[in-house]
């Protein structure tokens, strides 16, 4: 079977014809055994084994990275690659897609993986009063077949060539047929390990699942443990008194404590994660365009770049995609300028704005100084922003999406449909600025155009065109990407190329990492 790689796909317009996946390589360095103990950010008391409601690492690697898996896997050099889909094909107009399952595989009750499973899982993200962030991805299927018990065909509404890319996303899991409650309750998935133990929000366990379909090329570890540590300064102690073996998010204020430990090394990975100040477009004042546009003005992006990310970044255009994507765009980099926030206020009929930020360390590392940086740099334009610091603990269920304007990240996404289709997409359930066609249908028309187009030059063109839409009127400040930086204790290995799609080697390493 051969590898290809998205723009491989795009280029040789193999998007029609079959798109085979990879066998997993063997690490001959790799050593089986051990207990890999991981500290990591993002967990809530609101967590659970339901894909659909997972948005932050600690669930990410407990689900996707350790119990559960998907169709495809995003590979840690960025191509894509089959997991529980052997191959797939799809017709010349990307709107019909076969896949074919690969064979004996089970779930960890025993029972054995086919399409029927495949079908139920699916229509769990669109199924009514399911609130899931990945039915943007699942919606545009108009039909799904059981062709035989390891194929499924998908029909799509309108083409789309970045499907395979889609399937890999975290909360497309696959649970077993007539069993997903239970799956749910118990975590019950095909993953490399078996869940032993779960407080949400405190602890996860699981052990390797014996005679796992990937064999020897991965899942070394004989247990895992991960345990919420939400507090970055908590988390750095974790690891430096050996309480763990592996943190995720270092803070950077600390970093030179964790340099100067021999025990210790620092994993930076350049990927396309991005620090955000979302506002909700359809609220006022954040409906005018000339206050979104003011804001942009207002706000100092290379400072926050220098005094937040202390390098380890670069500056951000307002755009979610970054230069790791296919179709990044070069635009004229938006500057720090408040004479122009105060003409474009003054467009809005102000003469100042105040407005309420709220922030906090759950966000990303440096949330709260990050606000306070954008407080003092606006309000040389007229905009007066009182900084409201939040709890850490319930952030994304209380603040994200119902605040009108806070910090929040993203991940990026390996493909440019992949996450206008998440975050940009009218209607969707993480469209963190309501943007949507009250506020630009052109963007609209463009998302819906360019996931159907083929021809790499024609899709070039378009993405180029959204990027500068979200530039110069979106609701997204996007003033920094900013490095994966992540801390490993030397009694773990792990391969040369680490992933840059999520933090923690794509939240993979139960799957990848080994102990020294």
């Known amino acids: ?30 050593k089986k055994g051990g207990r890999l103990r991981a500290g990591l950010s993002g967990a809530n008391t609101s967590d659970s084994w339901d894909a659909r409601t997972h948005s ?54 025993g029972k054995s993986f086919g399409a029927d499973d495949v079908i139920e899982s699916l229509q769990m993200h669109v199924a009514e009063g399911a609130k899931s962030a990945a039915k943007p991805i699942v919606e545009p299927i108009v039909e799904m077949k059981k062709t035989g018990d390891l194929q499924v065909q998908l029909v799509l509404k309108d083409g789309n060539a970045d499907l395979p890319y889609l399937l890999s996303d975290y909360h497309i899991l696959m649970y077993p047929a007539g069993q997903i409650e239970e799956a749910i309750a118990k975590g019950i998935g095909t993953g490399l390990y078996q869940v032993q133990s779960f407080e949400p929000g405190v602890r996860m366990v699981a052990t390797r699942y014996a005679d796992h379909y990937k064999g020897d090329a991965a899942g070394f570890f004989d247990e895992i443990e991960y345990i919420a540590i939400n507090d970055n300064t908590a988390r750095m102690n974790a690891l430096m008194t050996g309480q763990v073996d592996a943190i995720n998010r270092i803070d950077f204020k600390t970093e030179a404590l964790l340099k100067a430990n021999p025990m210790i090394r620092i994993q930076e990975v350049t990927g396309n994660q991005h620090y955000i100040f979302p506002m909700l477009t359809d609220v006022a004042p954040f409906s005018d365009v000339n206050v979104r546009k003011a804001l942009k003005y207002g706000i100092n992006r290379q400072e926050m770049v220098d005094k937040i990310l202390q390098g380890h970044g670069k500056v951000g255009n307002d755009s979610p995609i970054g230069p790791a994507n296919q179709y990044y765009q070069e635009m004229e980099q938006l500057a720090y300028d408040p004479d122009k926030a105060k003409f474009h206020l003054k467009e809005a009929g102000l003469d100042s704005l105040d407005i309420d930020l709220s922030a906090s360390s759950a966000a990303f590392e440096g949330a709260v100084d990050a606000a306070q940086l954008f407080q003092a740099s606006a309000k040389a334009g007229g905009i007066n922003i009182n900084v409201v610091q939040e709890p850490a603990d319930g952030y ?50 463009l998302l819906v155009s360019a996931r159907a187009e083929l021809d790499s030059a024609k899709r070039r063109e378009q993405y180029g065109e959204m990027q500068m839409i979200l530039r110069d009127e979106g609701g997204v400040l996007v003033p920094m990407f900013a490095n994966y930086v992540q801390a490993v204790s030397s009694k773990v290995a792990n391969p040369d190329t680490v992933g840059n799609l999520w933090q923690m080697d794509n939240a993979r390493m139960a799957e990848r990492w080994w102990m020294a």
Request: hydrophobic letters at 40%.
């Open 56 to 109: 932050d690492l600690f669930m990410i690697a407990s689900a996707q990275g350790s119990v559960f898996d998907s169709l495809t896997e995003i590979a840690a050099d960025g191509t894509l690659k089959g997991e529980l889909a052997e191959s797939w094909e799809a017709s010349p107009d990307a709107k019909t897609w076969t896949f074919n399952l690969r064979p004996g595989v089970t779930f960890h009750n």
């Open 396 to 445: 994304w269920s209380n603040v994200w999406l119902k605040k009108p304007f806070c910090a929040s990240y993203w991940s990026g996404r390996a493909t440019e449909d992949w996450m206008f289709s998440t975050a940009y997409a009218e209607g969707a359930p993480w469209n963190d600025s309501h943007w949507g066609s009250e506020q630009s249908p052109r963007f609209q028309e």
């Open 1 to 30: 079977m051969m590898k290809i790689s998205r723009r491989g796909l795009l280029t040789t317009g193999a998007a029609a014809g079959v798109l085979a996946a990879s066998g997993l390589p063997l690490r001959a360095q790799a």
